[in-house]
């Protein structure tokens, strides 16, 4: 065993973000390993990738990974991805936010954006609660379980995360936990080469505040729930994808072609364009 | 088409909305995100059509809140980037202004002010959005606002926010009430080489050494775009001058706000503009803005064919306020007269600036501004 | 008929054994990363790793490596760590030399 103080990933992150806040054993930490290890093995040029994250502690993302990166208010990670994209297509756009962030103040711009078939990638860092803020109810904490916001239980249905992706026009569609790590960086490949709207839904641990109100207060306790309670199989019906104590449906459930808005807009520009010269 | 014929120079019969938007694509704007809203949208519709014609984007987003976060995200891509919506948009889009301003965005809203609270009066001007444009967001912060008061000034004016915009990295507000946006008048728009236009300051060090909040003398920093190779980090958190976030730090939080603040406030000089009229002995002044500024010209014209010395400040940017320029009237003048299609808002300021010079407010709610008659009654009054 | 002695000395050498090398390991730990959550020691398949005694600079017990022969260079622990605090290599060249010459001491 060999004492170190730099990791051969330590290129992809920025000296003056690191460490990172995240609790121990926070799944956040396992996604940015995986999205620097994906940047790594796809080589990417660094200087043309883009990350946008929202409000959340999966926020401070965009702080901690050396490429050029904004921090925006709290849902509206996706408009601004959007605006960039259209701004320099060239630039390869990818949005890292959190279960709240993402689809309870800024659901209706997923829906959107994921309409439009906006070239970018959406990576939902999915922990069934409002973290930073201390354990608050979000849209997808599961009926029953008390948080700080629902002391006698929540009464709400959760989103089926893959369903709404696909049901709003996502090309590519997956989820993982952060168990499946290896699995999670092939998909996070897949989906920064592929054109289109692309969404991957990391179930992620967070044993401080989460895990505190459902017995997974440990790292390796909540860990284990992924463990038993994972199902891989592609290209099931996202509709049936919900998640349980007892299942969490993994793998691929979308992955097709369709123009993307960033094409259509180009067709249309140069038609106009033409038109115009035609016209002259 | 391409972006070097951008300009439709020439003479032309316009609306103010078309006009403002034709101000933009003068001054180099390549984006547009937007949401329909009375009495704006003609706007958008205008940009919708443009913009492709010269090879840009439009989008219409899903709500305005949408619009302002794209439009700032084309800026850090590159790009002059705009929104254009009416009390009820700006209203929503308050929050990423305060974003626009954190992160220091060049970038030009178009508030084309109709009637409020609430959604009002959709088909009717109203001016009753102007403190707003200060104080929307929370937090302390500066921007600059501007009122065109006719249609070639919508033009000229919008040419003006971008340039201001790009200077001083902070959003600017053209605020400009629905009888102007409405309204039908010829404009002059010169060649393109005659248009003044200012771009933002690019990074003169390597990114190595790039600081993204570092600022220059001016108080403003260099301000690189993605893609460049920079690889540089912006957020709505107080931050450090290289960008990271220190949300613990009094001291950091201190200089800041305080730089974001004084980056306009102290370069006021070079920003404030108003437009004296008959100022120079005048006993009573009218000070006015937008529309209203056009009925206190014809009142102050009545005013002195009756022997009276009276005057108009017009004021061209409304924030900062040109306090310096009141002050000093004040001192000069017996009374002022400020006549707003509202229930009392720049006013606040006037008074503030004018301090012992009695100061005689008019308002106006719903649709019409102040008839000269009744202006020239309260100039009467004012002696 | 060879003795069970003869024959299984031509076990010990595989006809291949000059083209597949056994892995040889090395874990790199940078101990003041970690948090101490446990991932790396629980979900090795080859149970390389526990918890050491020590006590860094976050409060935690980082890991420790039990027995470096047991590791296959899977990277599982190089992946699930969430602070980028273990990974694991190949030994260099002047590693597999150093314990060579260690071994013949």
Redesign the interface.
């Known amino acids: 065993m060999v004492v170190e103080t730099t990791h051969p990933l330590d290129v992809y992150l ?1 000296e ?2 690191m460490h990172h806040i995240w609790c121990t054993g926070c799944g956040n930490g396992i996604l940015l390993n995986s999205f620097v290890t994906a940047l790594k093995e796809l080589e990417i040029n ?3 990738i ?1 990350v ?1 994250s929202g409000i959340g502690c999966i926020g ?1 993302i ?2 901690y990974i ?8 709290h849902g ?1 990670p ?11 297509p ?2 390869k756009v990818v949005v890292i936010s959190g279960d709240g962030d993402l689809f309870a103040i800024g659901g ?2 997923f829906i ?1 954006a994921a309409r439009r078939n906006m070239d970018i990638q959406v990576i939902c860092v999915n922990n069934f609660n409002y973290g930073m803020t201390g354990g608050q109810q979000g849209p997808t904490t599961p009926l029953n379980i008390s948080t700080t916001t629902t002391p006698y239980g929540n009464i709400e249905h959760p989103f089926n995360l893959v369903h709404l992706a696909a049901g709003s026009g996502a090309v590519y569609v997956a989820r993982w936990t952060t168990l499946h790590v290896r699995r999670l960086t092939e998909s996070i490949k897949k989906a920064l080469q592929k054109e289109g709207f692309s969404f991957i839904e990391v179930i992620s641990q967070c044993p401080e505040i989460y895990g505190k109100s459902t017995k997974m207060g440990l790292p390796v306790d909540f860990m284990n729930w992924f463990k038993r309670a994972s199902e891989i199989q592609h290209f099931s019906d996202p509709a049936k994808a919900e998640i349980t104590s007892d299942r969490i449906p993994l793998g691929e459930f979308v992955d097709i072609e369709k123009p993307t808005y960033e094409t259509l ?1 180009r067709e ?2 140069i038609q ?2 033409n038109k ?1 010269q035609g016209g002259a | ?1 391409s972006e070097k014929n951008r300009a439709l120079s020439g003479k032309h019969f316009y609306s103010g909305d078309l006009a403002c938007a034709e101000g933009a694509l003068a001054a180099g704007c ?2 547009f ?1 937007g949401y329909p809203i009375t009495p704006a949208t003609e706007i958008a519709e205008r940009m919708a059509r443009r913009l ?2 010269i ?1 840009a ?1 439009y ?1 219409q ?3 305005e ?3 302002i ?11 002059k ?1 705009m929104t254009a919506t009416s009390g009820p948009g700006f209203s929503l889009m308050q ?2 202004i ?2 626009a301003v954190m ?1 220091e965005t060049p970038c030009v809203i178009v508030d084309v002010m109709r009637g409020g609270p609430s959604t009002g009066q959709p088909t009717m001007a109203g001016q009753q959005d102007v403190m707003q444009a200060k104080w929307g967001s929370h937090g302390d912060y500066e921007i600059i606002a501007l009122a065109p008061s006719s249609v070639q000034e919508a033009f000229d004016l919008t040419v003006e926010a971008f340039n201001y915009a790009e200077t001083y990295r902070v959003p600017v507000m053209v605020m400009m009430d629905a009888i102007v946006g409405h309204m039908w008048e010829k404009v002059l728009i010169p060649p393109l080489e005659q248009i003044n236009i200012k771009n933002r300051k690019k990074p003169t060090v390597p990114p190595s050494e790039y600081m993204p909040f570092k600022p220059d003398k001016d108080l403003v920093p260099p301000m690189a775009v ?12 107080t931050h450090e001058e ?4 220190r949300t613990e730090s009094i001291k950091v939080q201190q200089k800041l706000v305080q730089r974001l603040c004084d980056k306009i406030r102290k370069n006021s000089d070079k920003i404030v503009k108003v437009k004296p009229i008959m100022m120079e002995d005048a006993e009573v002044a009218v000070i006015a803005y937008g529309i209203e500024s056009r009925a206190a010209l014809s009142a102050v014209r009545k005013a002195r064919n009756a022997g009276i010395k009276a005057g108009l400040l017009k004021l061209v940017t409304l924030w900062p306020f040109s306090e310096k320029q009141v002050a000093e009237i004040a001192k000069e003048v017996k009374a002022i007269i400020v006549p707003e299609m509202n229930y009392g808002q720049l006013v606040r300021e006037v008074e503030r600036a004018a301090k012992a010079t009695p100061v005689t407010f008019l308002p106006k709610l719903g649709e019409e501004p102040h008839r000269p008659e009744e202006i020239f009654e309260a100039i009467k009054g004012g002696i | 008929m060879k003795t069970v002695t003869e024959t299984k000395k031509l076990w010990r050498k595989p006809l291949d054994a000059d083209k597949i090398k056994q892995p040889q390991a090395e874990i790199y730990i940078i101990t003041d990363r970690c948090k101490g959550c446990g991932y790396c020691i629980a979900y090795c398949p080859k149970e390389v790793l526990e918890e050491s005694e020590e006590i860094n600079a976050r409060g935690a017990h980082p890991p420790k490596v039990k027995d470096i022969n047991k590791c296959a260079i899977c990277g599982y622990c190089t992946a699930i760590c969430p602070d980028l605090a273990i990974f694991v290599k190949e030994k260099t060249n002047e590693q597999k030399e150093a314990e060579k010459n260690e071994r013949k001491e």
Do not use: C
């Not at chain 1, 050396?66 to 208010?73: R, V």
């Open positions: 920025r003056t973000g660094l200087d043309k883009v946008v401070r965009a702080g050396n490429t050029d990166s904004f921090h925006t208010t509206r996706i408009p601004f991805a959007v605006g960039v994209k259209l701004a320099n060239e630039l209706n711009h959107h807009l249309r520009i106009v364009q115009m | 088409m390549r984006f995100a492709p014609q090879g984007t989008i987003m899903e709500d809140i949408a619009s976060a794209a439009v700032i995200g084309a800026s850090y891509a590159g790009l980037a929050e990423n305060g974003l992160t993605f893609g460049e190779g920079y690889r540089f980090h912006a957020t709505g958190l290289d960008g990271r976030p």
